[in-house]
């Protein structure tokens, strides 16, 4: 089944030299799938995913030919209705979790908060509870009540992602969620965030710059470049990439079993951005 | 004998213990690599043998030289290094011009003309940089800049700290060969700190994996190509480094 | 090549076209701030009035006319601003006030900032027991009113707008040494300064050539907007008599002058006030309008 429709999806930011676009006609589709949206910085793919929610920073402006979450036509969503859907049945996961928790509310009662918008009190709290053991905190209890500063970046992390897990949302864009963590936390992340696509059917949008991660954990992968989708493809035949921009991306990375010295470099060319 | 000799190497800030007795040697020429995961310690290590951070106990010496809390100008002659952040290690309102000019000017260089436009070439940058300022480059360019920077005293240690991690994979690439080239061209003895395995494996020889301050263990490139990891943290942490593997179960 | 071009080049050939470059690209932004190019306006006009006064200025500012007949007239083509009580046309003394207003600025600009920086960044970079004794001075300066301070300097030094000024102006740098030093706090342990300090530099060198320059820009936005109440501090003491003295044409010690009669001749203190306010309002604009172009984190 088909969650999320975006056809021609572009972004526009305006600049002294005049408007600049930044996304430039990214169509796909999501199923209840693990998607990889992968590029470097600049390629567009944040801005992507910010569009989907409706949350491209003014003065930016994104338009599209269609965008439809669950049948639901997010262009011409008033005020009422994305309060409806963002955070409760579409969420985000951003890169740090500093800038995403509120500083002056303990864990706890942001959870609870997010989890009030369908629930009772008490039943809110077993639900914070709940979430927190599931997202694979160890002291849920200590969690609870503690401030986002007095967490670790992991801990941070995943609180922020048991925030936006308690809603249990439809889908989930996580643009970045784990490149400010450590190899071995990041890697427990991914695993919560696979079992939810697993178990409850979610729908998962997968930004990274890393096309190693991506393609060992997503299903399919869109690679952007310069605002557009220049390859589409199944993650486990990441390898076999057609695109010369895929290629170099997957060649220029060193490895632990040795490549080539000097390593090989992207040489860009300028047809890829037209 | 090792040009850089660390030994039981204790850092302290107030209360905390960053670096808990540390001990390695890295010969003239040698690449060596230190990896761990945020808070291990590794940039300490770094940093204590720069003269940012003190050294608590134990003693490190470079070339012969044992470090006490003032650094002679001959030191920092011989020694240099470049930090992770390309867009915090440059000053915000000097030209890159003013960025190479310094060193020189501090330690009395008179054919500093020559010896900017010798380091911008080497780095790849050209000529036409000279006068930008950093807001006006690229990641890549700027960690470029830091390179050059580094090298224009003509150092013959370079400690290299996490000196990728904030660029994209295609520059990392470009970044980590420049690197190499200029090691084999100088004769250059570099110490990498990184989280990524792949980057150490491909730019040193050994290296030694840290964890909570302390070192886990000590092993050769050839080890790490062999996975021959005695410890079960290195295991973890190469496991970790090929991606994510779904099978597993983690209960 | 067109001049534009050469200074907005993203290659420039020499360190005088790069620093000419960045100035201009940082005068494009604050031309584009309307309200703070009619601040500039106003404060340039000042200027131009302070220097130009002998030559604009229709009568002398300090001889006044026929005391018995042009006494304290109203605002007329002959006299724009009106008269005095002592027959003198306000608009000559207004305009030649200027002259003393300007002098007040640059003077206290020139004396406050390098006392506030060079304080507050060595406090700020050093640390320890240096900043300890430092920022306790600084807290001292700052626990008095500046015009309570000023009263005191001044009745220690003796009246006149030399001593007002030097009062002023030390008076006034503490805030700025607070400033300087919270900035420096911030880049003290940043990757840049490190790398300065690897390389062997002094730290005389490193608070000179790179602490500084970055501390500038606040500071001096902060002068900028301080100069209304430095301009309002200066009147003050001439309102009290501690300033300017007679028949100097201060505008502080002109409105304490017509104070006597406000309500039957109104213009004779309302024009030395007006023009108060214009220069204040005009450094106020500016300051803002410089925030938003020097320091863009203080930016909405």
């Not at chain 2, 003269?51 to 240099?80: D, K, N």
Request: glycine content about 8%.
């Amino acid at each position: 089944m088909t969650l999320l429709h975006v056809e021609n999806l572009r972004v526009t930011f305006p600049t002294r030299q005049g408007p600049a676009e930044v996304v430039r006609g990214v169509s796909f589709t999501l199923g209840r799938e693990r998607l990889g949206i992968v590029g470097e910085s600049g390629s567009g793919k944040s801005q992507t995913g910010r569009a989907i929610l409706g949350l491209t920073p003014p003065p930016g402006r994104a338009t599209a030919d269609r965008l439809e979450f669950d049948g639901i036509d997010l262009r011409a969503a008033t005020p009422r209705q994305w309060r409806g859907l963002r955070g409760i049945r579409m969420s985000m996961v951003m890169q740090d979790p500093k800038f995403s928790l509120n500083p002056v509310m303990t864990i706890g009662r942001q959870l609870m908060e997010a989890a009030r918008r369908t629930a009772s009190r008490a039943e809110a709290r077993d639900r914070a509870m709940a979430m927190l053991e599931a997202v694979q905190i160890r002291d849920p209890a200590r969690v609870f009540g503690a401030y986002p500063h007095e967490l670790s970046g992991g801990m941070g992390q995943r609180a922020m992602i048991a925030m936006m897990l308690i809603a249990e949302p439809d889908l989930l864009i996580a643009d970045e969620p784990t490149s400010a963590l450590d190899v071995t936390v990041q890697i427990e992340v991914l695993r919560i965030l696979d079992r939810l696509v697993q178990d409850r059917g979610m729908g998962l949008v997968f930004i990274s710059h890393d096309l190693r991660l991506v393609g060992s954990f997503c299903d399919r992968v869109l690679v952007m470049y310069a605002g557009r989708v220049v390859e589409e493809l199944k993650a486990a035949e990441l390898a076999q990439a057609r695109h010369p921009y895929t290629q170099g991306l997957l060649n220029c990375l060193p490895r632990i079993e040795g490549g080539r010295r000097p390593l090989p470099v992207l040489t860009r060319e300028e047809g890829w951005a037209l | 004998m090792a040009l850089i000799d660390v030994s039981d190497l204790h850092v302290r800030f107030g209360e905390v213990h960053a670096v808990r007795g540390v001990s390695f040697r890295v010969a003239e020429g040698e690449s060596y690599g230190i990896v761990g995961e945020s808070g291990s310690g590794k940039s300490t290590v770094l940093r204590a043998i720069c003269g940012l951070a003190p050294i608590s106990e134990g003693r490190v010496t470079v070339a012969g030289e044992e470090l006490g809390r003032r650094r002679s100008a001959g030191f920092h002659r011989r020694l240099q290094m470049v930090f992770q952040d390309p867009y915090a290690s440059l000053h915000p309102r000097h030209t890159i011009d003013r960025v190479l000019s310094e060193p020189l000017a501090i330690h009395g260089f008179d054919d500093r003309e020559a010896r900017i436009l010798r380091a911008l070439d080497e780095v790849g940058l050209g000529r036409g940089f000279r006068f930008r300022y950093p807001h006006q480059l690229s990641g890549g360019q700027r960690q470029r800049v830091a390179i050059a920077r580094a090298l224009i005293l003509e150092p013959r240690v370079m400690l290299l700290d996490e000196p990728t991690s904030a660029l994209d994979a295609s520059i990392q690439a470009e970044v980590l060969n420049l690197l190499d080239r200029l090691r084999a061209e100088r004769g250059l003895t570099y110490i990498l700190v990184s989280h990524d395995l792949a980057v150490v494996a491909h730019m040193c020889e050994r290296l030694l994996v840290m964890q909570h301050g302390q070192a886990v263990e000590e092993l050769t490139r050839a080890d790490l190509r062999a996975r021959a990891a005695r410890e079960t943290y290195t295991r973890d942490l190469l496991a970790a480094s090929e991606g994510y593997r779904p099978a597993e179960s983690i209960r | 090549m067109t001049r534009t071009e050469w200074l907005l080049s993203e290659q420039p050939a020499s360190r005088r076209q790069a620093r000419l470059g960045q100035a201009y690209r940082t005068w494009l932004a604050l031309k584009a701030n309307r309200l703070a190019m009619v601040g500039l306006t106003l404060v340039l006009a000042l200027i131009a009035v302070a220097l130009l006064a002998p030559w604009i200025a229709p009568y002398d500012p300090i001889v006044g006319g026929d005391l018995r007949t042009d006494r304290l007239q109203p605002p007329s083509w002959e006299h724009p601003m009106g008269t005095d009580d002592l027959a003198r046309d306000i608009f000559s003394r207004v305009i030649h006030g200027a002259r003393l207003t300007l002098m007040v600025v640059v003077l206290v600009a020139v004396i406050a900032t390098p006392i506030g920086l060079a304080i507050g960044t060595t406090a700020g970079y050093f640390g320890g027991w240096i900043d300890t004794v430092l920022m306790r001075a600084t807290d001292i300066f700052l626990a008095f009113p500046r015009l309570i301070l000023a009263l005191a300097f001044v009745a220690a030094l003796g009246p006149g707008i030399e001593n007002a000024i030097i009062a002023i102006a030390l008076t006034s740098w503490p805030p700025y040494a607070r400033l300087a030093r919270a900035e420096t706090l911030t880049i003290r342990d940043s990757d840049f300064i490190n790398a300065a300090r690897l390389q062997g530099a002094s730290s005389l060198r490193i608070l000179w050539g790179h602490v500084t320059p970055l501390c500038l820009s606040s500071v001096v936005v902060r002068v900028t907007l301080d100069m209304a109440g430095i301009i309002l501090t200066a009147a003050g003491l001439g309102f009290l008599g501690l300033g300017a003295q007679p028949p100097q044409p201060e505008w502080g010690a002109m409105i304490a002058g017509g104070r006597r009669f406000i309500i039957d001749y109104w213009w004779v203190a309302t024009m030395p006030g007006l023009a108060i306010f214009a220069v204040s309002l005009g450094f106020n604009l500016l300051g803002d309008g410089l925030r938003d172009v020097l320091d863009p984190k203080a930016r909405k």
